[in-house]
């Protein structure tokens, strides 16, 4: 299993609402990472997990909250979200922190806040 | 700070043809690496090619090439036999010495048939 599984594809959510977005991967990675993109834009790194532990936080809002339950999995809870916040949230993973091999990408969650 | 630019915002090119994509960059380090991903409309963002700095050697992925110069800080992308599947924004990318990655702005590849 060579890919990055995100769930779901599409998200639609009212500004009150809470909700999560799924990232899995099953190659062993240890390194997992949550970027935003907007349209026409590169990806913007939110937050990065290495060995299941938070290391970096881009001075992300609250209203996003990391989880890492196991090696495979990565959760993004939203609460709160609000209609700027609409964007392509990919996931993606690499062996590790310091291994430059580059990332492995899911294909992303289109979130639209209203 | 470290930087990538990329100035071509959209480039086309016959099918069939080459093209090549231009990315400089900017960075203190002498140990980097260097990418080229590629986003279809599908959205997942593909690694195409990997270059590391102390390589002289420029890498090469089927049709894919890139224009490796290290003193320019250079790092151009050929496309080869230009396919309508290469149809996508291509970002260029450096990972810093954190072993985050830097993006370019992207530049969207249109192939024409």
């Known amino acids: 299993d060579t890919e990055v599984t995100q769930t779901p594809k599409h998200l639609v959510m009212g500004m009150t609402n809470k909700k999560s977005l799924k990232c899995e991967q099953h190659m062993g990675h240890r390194a997992m990472y949550w970027y935003k993109q907007k349209a026409k834009k590169p990806p913007e790194l939110m937050f990065v997990?290495?060995?299941?532990?938070?290391?970096i936080n881009e001075s992300v809002p609250s209203r996003f909250s990391p989880e890492c339950p196991n090696s495979s999995l990565l959760n993004l809870h939203l609460h709160a979200l609000q209609p700027e916040d609409s964007a392509l949230y990919l996931c993606?993973?690499?062996?590790?922190?310091?291994?430059?091999?580059?990332?492995?990408f899911g294909s992303g969650t289109r979130l639209t806040v209203v | 700070a470290q930087t990538v630019t990329q100035s071509q915002p959209e480039m086309s090119v016959q099918e069939a043809e080459t093209v090549t994509l231009s990315c400089t960059y900017d960075?203190?380090?002498?140990?980097?690496?260097l990418f080229w991903y590629k986003q279809p409309p599908s959205r997942q963002m593909i690694l195409v090619i990997r270059?590391?700095?102390?390589k002289q050697q420029n890498a090469t992925e089927n049709r894919f090439s890139v224009n490796f110069q290290k003193a320019a800080k250079s790092f151009s992308l050929k496309i080869s036999d230009s396919q309508l599947g290469d149809a996508a924004m291509y970002f260029c990318a450096l990972m810093d010495s954190n072993y985050q990655l830097i993006w370019g702005a992207g530049t969207k590849l249109i192939i024409k048939p």
């Open positions: 270059q590391e700095a102390y």
């Open positions: 960075t203190s380090e002498s140990d980097y690496y």
């Open positions: 997990y290495s060995y299941e532990k938070l290391s």
């Open positions: 993606a993973s690499s062996q590790g922190q310091g291994v430059t091999y580059g990332y492995t």
